[in-house]
C-alpha cells in the first residue's frame, strides 16, 4: 500500500493539502477501476464456461463498482476545485456526493442481491463445481480484501468518508462472493442449493453498511457539531494566550476537509489598549490556520475587571445561575446603573442536554436577581451551543 502511495504521491505526508488529497483520491479510483475491470473480465469468463448464473451475476456486479470508482474519481477532481464567486468556501464537499452516490448503489445491489437470493431459496438450481469457477471467486475475494484495506487506510490517513464508502462497497464484494464460493463448493456436497440462503445473509450485511454510509454522508451534508475534541482543542489554543480572559459562543462550520471554517467570542480586558488587543486577535487567529487549518473569526468582548462591584455581582448571578442547572454559565456580563434601577445584562450558555425550557430558564433567572435587590433587573440572552459529543473520529493537528 505504501509502495504505490510513496511512488504516485508527492508529498504525500501533507495530507490537509487538497491537491495532495486530490491524489489519493485518484490513485484510489484508478486502483478501483483497473482491479474491478479485471475482475469482471475474469467472473464472465469463468461464469460463461461453468454455466453459472450466480457467478455472471457477480461478474456484473464487479462492473457496476468499476462505475462506482469512476465517480469517487470525479468526485475528488470536482472537491479539488479552488473556490469561485459561486462557491466562496470551495468544492470540497462534492466528495460527499460521490460518497452518497457510491453508497445508493451500494443500496441499491443489496435489494438486487436479496431479490435474487429469495427467488432463488423459492426456486433452488442444482450447482455445478469448477476448480476453475472456484479459483476466480478465491483470487477475487483477495483482491476485495486487498481493496477493503487499501481504501480503509487511504480514507483514515486522509479522513475522507468517499474512501471509507468504497471500502464498505469492497468488503461487502469479499462478502458477496464468499459466499457464492462456499456454496458452489458446498451445495454438491449436501445436494442442497445454498446460494440463496448465503445470499440473504450477505445481502442483509450489504444493505446495513450502505446505511450506515448514507447516514454519515447525510450527517455531513446537513451539517455536523464540532465535536467536543476539536472545540477543546481550539479553547486550549486560544485561552493560552496572555490577555485572553475567557471565551464562549464557539461555532464551527465545515465546508467539506479541508474546508473548516469558526467564530468565537473572545473576552479582554477592557482597559487594555485596543490596537494592542486588535494585534492580539490578529495573531490567535493566524495562529489557529496554520496550525490546526480552521479559518478562525474572533469578536472582541471586552469585560470590565476592576470594578468591585460588578465583580461580585457577576460571581452572585453566576452561582445563581448555577443552582438551575450546574451546566450553566454566564458570559458577557455587565452593569448599566441608573437612578431608578440597574440592568444586568448578560448571556447564558446552555448546553445541548439541559432539560429545561428557554422560556423556563429565563423567568428562573429573572427571579433570582430580583430576589437580590428589587432594583436589580436582569437582561438575559440564552445561547444554546453548537458543541457536539466526544468522537474519537476527529482529525486535527
Not at 451534508?221 to 464562549?248: D, K, S, W, Y
Amino acid at each position: 500500500m505504501n509502495l504505490l502511495v510513496k511512488l504516485f504521491i508527492k508529498d504525500y505526508k501533507d495530507t490537509e493539502k487538497p491537491s495532495v488529497r486530490q491524489s489519493y483520491g485518484n490513485l484510489a479510483g484508478v486502483c478501483g477501476i483497473a482491479l474491478n475491470v479485471l475482475l469482471f473480465a475474469g467472473k464472465f469468463l469463468a461464469g460463461h464456461l461453468a454455466g453459472s448464473v450466480a457467478v455472471t451475476a457477480d461478474a456484473v456486479n464487479n462492473l457496476s463498482d468499476a462505475g462506482s470508482s469512476v465517480i469517487t474519481l470525479i468526485g475528488f477532481k470536482l472537491a479539488g476545485k479552488p473556490a469561485d464567486a459561486d462557491h466562496p468556501f470551495g468544492h470540497a464537499r462534492m466528495e460527499y456526493i460521490s460518497s452518497l452516490a457510491v453508497a445508493v448503489i451500494v443500496l441499491l445491489l443489496g435489494v438486487e442481491l436479496l431479490r435474487d437470493s429469495v427467488e432463488k431459496i423459492l426456486h433452488p438450481e442444482t450447482a455445478t463445481f469448477s476448480f476453475l469457477t472456484a479459483g476466480i471467486l478465491a483470487v477475487s475475494i483477495a483482491v476485495k480484501f486487498w481493496m477493503y484495506r487499501y481504501n480503509k487506510t487511504l480514507g483514515q490517513r486522509i479522513d475522507s468518508v468517499a474512501m471509507r464508502a468504497a471500502a464498505t462497497d469492497s468488503f461487502s464484494d469479499a462478502l458477496a462472493t464468499g459466499a457464492v464460493l462456499v456454496s458452489t463448493i458446498v451445495s454438491p456436497l449436501l445436494h442442497f442449493s445454498l446460494d440463496g440462503y448465503m445470499g440473504v445473509a450477505v445481502a442483509g450485511f450489504i444493505l446495513y453498511s450502505a446505511v450506515g454510509i448514507l447516514r454519515d454522508t447525510l450527517n455531513k451534508l446537513l451539517g455536523e457539531a464540532p465535536t467536543e475534541e476539536m472545540e477543546q482543542l481550539l479553547r486550549r489554543h486560544i485561552l493560552r494566550h496572555e490577555g485572553v480572559l475567557g471565551l464562549h459562543d464557539m461555532v464551527v462550520h465545515s465546508y467539506g476537509p479541508g474546508r473548516t471554517f469558526a467564530t468565537v467570542h473572545v473576552e479582554v480586558d477592557a482597559r487594555e489598549d485596543v490596537l494592542k488587543t486588535h494585534d492580539l486577535i490578529d495573531n490567535i487567529e493566524r495562529e489557529v490556520l496554520l496550525d490546526h487549518g480552521v479559518n478562525l473569526v474572533i469578536h472582541m468582548d471586552p469585560i470590565v475587571v476592576d470594578d468591585p462591584e460588578v465583580n461580585a455581582l457577576r460571581e452572585t448571578t453566576a452561582a445563581l445561575v448555577k443552582k438551575i442547572d450546574p451546566a450553566l454559565t454566564i458570559h458577557d456580563f455587565r452593569v448599566v446603573r441608573g437612578r431608578t434601577h440597574s440592568n444586568l445584562i448578560f448571556d447564558v450558555q446552555v448546553p445541548r442536554e439541559c432539560p429545561i425550557a428557554d422560556e423556563e430558564i429565563t423567568r428562573r433567572i429573572i427571579g433570582e436577581i430580583k430576589h437580590l435587590s428589587a432594583s436589580y433587573f436582569a437582561v438575559v440572552t440564552l445561547d444554546r451551543t453548537y458543541v457536539g459529543r466526544p468522537s474519537h473520529k476527529t482529525k486535527m493537528n
